[in-house]
């Protein structure tokens, strides 16, 4: 096995940060015994199943449940009748998105339009799975098609068919009043745009699309829902965030949020997939009218057509710069494909586009733009990668003219602190230039490639990462261990990373502390797990949450010593008498004392903190071998550079880097959803192809630390930057290999013979 | 409903008897019915290899197996892979090289790499990846299980 991981451990700082312990959760995870959502069993429990459009869009003119009903083992059918009168509309903020409830409710149970192939039209619960999929096919629904629109440039022009009678275009933030598929349009400029490209020597401007994609978690979207003769709902799902389950849930509802409580199962991958609400609104319902649990699981075509996709885009992009190489101007056009309702991570793709260069002047239209597609998701790193794969294309083919290193006209213009971005925000100390010089420096790109249709590329990606709330609570133990309550799912060993930053605070082994994710009654409020901020944000609350355990601690020994307070100190981990050394108590010892000391030691940690506008930056060097007899890409190796700005846990943050590569290759190369008739034609893992093993090489990595200024251990969030420049540098290498530039995702074998092929025709013509 | 169908067979050693429909599958059957959450179903349609048990000695999507066909069968599931005495080298090497992030994937890779080891105790890397390639992860891009996989490999050849 070729490859190696390499790190700069902690900066060597820290006793417990940079070592790599096993995972807390680990033993239940290999030996089968940890509870996923899709694992829940309750007694008497029932099965619920989902009828979904088969139309694109159609209005629905009625919908006979009765034979469904009749059926032997039915409890309960329901349709967006059943759910509860339309409250108030809110919007519901949620780290990566946010969500109109009266999209989301008309997103879980269709009301008077269908307005995507899988929309949910009514929901079953029986006796068994069998017997509710059999009832679904017993539900007569009475549609009128309507013409469909797919395309997201297709879905702009004035003469689309609209898919939201009531929607019209926020232009910059105002109502525009005109109706259109075009939910917003934002826009951010910077300098002096036309001067910009004037004193330009090169210009370079083209398009690109990319398609719909989807997260891939494996376990599928599930809940299960009992709603006691009391009014308490309690929900077990696989989700992100507890507590956005039960704002939505609440919300759609139309009950009070503590009403709900949402217990979050062990998650099987989430990528920001599993942030809203599909299913446990309708098995709250059918478990109302029975009595009884119902637990709905959706099928993985389900999964498909019915939740996630990233939405597909496109993205017109002009650059120019002077003979050196240095960018002057920039400009940028991007529609994403919002699905059925809006709310694409728009500004988020409007930030990214540029976000790796100082461009003294740059102007960035987006648009969100609804059509008949599943409701869009998040997806790690959410519009960064789409924008990337074009910026970083274009960066490439300047250097190409230039004759200039791919790295070095990045350095030369790389993002650095101070640097004013094209949305107005600043950037504090970043790491964009280290990644750039590691992945300079690196064997890898030190090591010549040879060999016929070989080719090297480069990328650079960036991720905005995000703070905000989370809670931790701390008990100790009487044998020196603590209990920690924290509010975030663990999607990738973030247990160990909260634990581990809690230990270093008192200096404990981080198998003292046992980490446990709670419910949303039993932990202070957390917001998802999503925007690369678990490590960063909960990681804050457990570091304070041990500095209160530790303040308390020092009150405890100076009792036990009948000293005052301010004589006792606390170093490397023990407590210590200030004018008598020889009273010393490790935290094990004393808490085998608390007993006497006035009872329980509880440290809490609740946490709001502003990640700044830093980020994560990621550097990728791809080398691929082409076959130009089929066009099939191997990728040969791939090294993957990130600043993790101080790594807790290594193998998870080794494993975030690779990850996301993993991803990024299977978007670049492989992965879209193909649509034939307004109709998504490959919903399965046999022809939705993502990378397998046998696909990949080992995946290297280097985290570089360049620690974020605030964050008490410097923390900066890994779980997202790496998706990002994976497609741009698959597309450089493939040029570099084959003399072609490849401008849509996926780089399909097809897509690169015939680009092969043009090229070949084009120089047999001259 | 169709009339339910008598099945005797081994699981992880122990003789075992249940009912099931002639529809079920036996991954269904192991799930729902015998409670052995483990095996877990990613896809229902023998495309991810979560849920991967092997019978008789052959690695199978547990979603494709009728229950029925379980009749004197022999099935390993990832229930059975540790033993009262320890977690097997499989186990230890996926915690120890950090191999698994949200787990769902892992029993399923566990038992596809058992059934492997089982076959060739002395797999190389490109071995390993051929007869992997029958399972997804998403999470961890494969780095990370590959090496363990491997050096789990070297565990059981110096235990044999």
Known sequence: ?766 | MSRKLYVNTTINGEEIEFLCEPRQSLLEVLRDDLEMTGTKEGCNDGNCGACNVIMDGVLMNSCLVLAAEAQNRNISTIEGLATPQGLHPLQQKFLENASLQCGVCTPGFLMAAKSLLDHNPDPTEHEVRHWLAGNLCRCTGYDKIVRAVCDAADVVKETA
């Not at chain 1, 059918?286 to 999964?303: Q, Y």
């Not at chain 1, 490590?535 to 355990?549: D, H, R």
């Not at chain 1, 007899?629 to 990728?635: N, P, R, S």
């Open chain 1, 1 to 766: 096995m070729s490859a190696t991981s390499t790190s700069v451990n902690g900066n060597g700082k820290y006793k417990v940060i940079g070592t790599r312990p096993i995972r807390p959760d680990g033993v239940d995870k290999v030996t089968g015994r940890a509870l996923y959502g899709i694992d829940m069993n309750l007694t008497g429990m029932l099965y619920g199943q989902i009828l979904r459009s088969p139309h694109p869009h159609a209005r629905i003119r009625g919908i006979d449940t009765s034979k469904a009903a009749a059926l032997e083992g039915v409890r309960a059918v329901v349709t967006a009748k059943d759910l509860p009168p339309a409250g108030a509309d809110e919007v519901i903020s949620l780290v990566e998105g946010t969500f109109r409830l009266t999209h989301l409710r008309s997103n879980i149970l269709a009301g008077d339009k269908v307005l995507y192939q899988g929309h949910s039209v009514a929901a079953v619960a029986a006796t068994s799975l069998h017997i509710a999929e059999e009832a679904l096919r017993l539900i007569e629904v009475d549609y009128e098609i309507l013409p469909d629109v797919v395309d997201v440039v297709a879905a702009m022009q004035e003469d689309a068919p609209l898919l939201h009678d009531d929607l019209t275009t926020q232009e910059f933030g105002e109502d525009s009043g005109k109706k259109s598929n075009i939910a917003s349009h934002i826009q951010f400029k910077l300098g002096d745009l036309e001067k910009g490209f004037a004193e330009s020597d090169i210009i370079v401007e083209e398009e690109f699309n990319t398609a719909s994609v989807h997260q891939g978690y494996i376990e599928s979207h599930n809940a299960t829902a009992e709603w006691k003769t009391d009014g308490q709902l309690t929900v077990w799902t696989s989700t992100q965030g507890a507590f956005g389950v039960q704002k939505q849930t609440a919300g759609i509802l139309g009950i009070p949020v503590s009403k709900v409580k949402v217990v979050p199962m062990e998650i099987g991958g989430g990528f920001g997939g599993k942030i809203p609400v599909y299913l446990a609104p309708q098995a709250a319902l059918l478990s109302k009218l029975t009595g009884r649990a119902v637990k709905i699981v959706m099928t993985r075509t389900d999964v498909f057509q019915s939740t996630g996709p990233t939405p597909a885009s496109y993205v017109k992009v002009k650059l120019g710069a002077d003979k050196t190489g240095k960018l002057l101007a920039a400009e940028a056009n991007i529609a994403f494909a919002a699905g059925a309702f809006p709310g694409s991570p728009i500004g988020a793709g409007a930030v990214c586009v540029f976000s790796c260069y100082d461009i003294p002047n740059g102007l960035v239209n987006g648009y969100d733009v609804v059509l008949n597609k599943p409701r869009s998701a998040a997806y790690r790193a959410p519009g960064s990668t789409q924008v990337n794969f074009a910026v970083e294309t274009l960066v490439d083919e300047i250097a190409e003219k230039l004759g200039m290193d791919p790295i070095e006209i990045r350095l030369l213009n790389a993002a650095e602190e101070g640097m004013r971005r094209v949305d107005g925000a600043v950037y504090p100390r970043i790491g964009c230039r280290e990644t750039l010089e590691q992945a300079r420096a690196h064997e890898h790109y030190q090591t010549p490639l040879t060999g016929p249709h070989r080719g090297r590329g480069i990328a650079t990606g960036f991720w905005m990462n995000a703070g905000l709330k989370s809670t931790v609570t701390a008990s100790v133990n009487e044998d020196g261990t603590v209990n920690l309550m924290e509010g975030s799912t663990d999607i990738g060993g973030s247990r160990a990373s909260i634990a581990m930053q809690f230990a270093e605070v008192l200096g404990l082994p981080a198998e003292a502390i046992n980490p446990m994710v709670g419910d949303t009654s039993s932990v202070g409020y957390t917001e998802l797990t999503g925007g690369s901020r678990v490590t960063f944000a909960t990681g804050w609350a457990a570091y304070e949450a041990a500095n209160e355990v530790k303040r308390i601690l020092i009150t405890k020994a100076a009792l036990y010593w009948e000293a005052k307070v301010e004589e006792v100190r606390f170093e490397d981990g023990d407590f210590i008498h200030a004018s008598d050394p020889e009273k010393r108590l490790s935290f094990k010892e004393l808490a085998s004392h608390l007993v006497d000391l006035g009872g329980p030691v509880v440290g809490t940690g609740a946490v709001d903190p502003d990640s700044g506008v830093g980020g994560s930056f990621t550097t990728c060097l791809a080398d691929v071998e082409v076959d130009p007899e089929t066009g099939k890409v191997k990728i040969l190796r791939f090294t993957m550079v990130q600043d993790a700005g101080t790594a807790i846990h290594p193998s998870y943050v080794e494993g975030q880097m690779q990850g996301g590569s993993a991803q990024g290759i299977g978007w670049a190369l492989n992965e879209e959803y193909f649509y034939s008739e307004g109709r998504m034609k490959n919903a399965s893992f046999l022809d939705y192809r993502m990378p397998t093993c046998l696909d990949l090489p080992m995946i290297e990595t280097v985290i570089v630390e360049v620690p974020h200024p605030q964050h008490p251990f410097g923390v900066r969030g890994v779980g997202e930057a790496s998706i990002v420049p994976p497609p741009a540098a698959i597309a450089n290498a493939i040029y570099d290999a084959v003399g072609v530039r490849l401008r849509d995702l996926p780089m399909r074998p097809d897509r690169i013979f015939s680009a092969c092929l043009e090229k070949q025709a084009a120089t047999v013509a001259t």
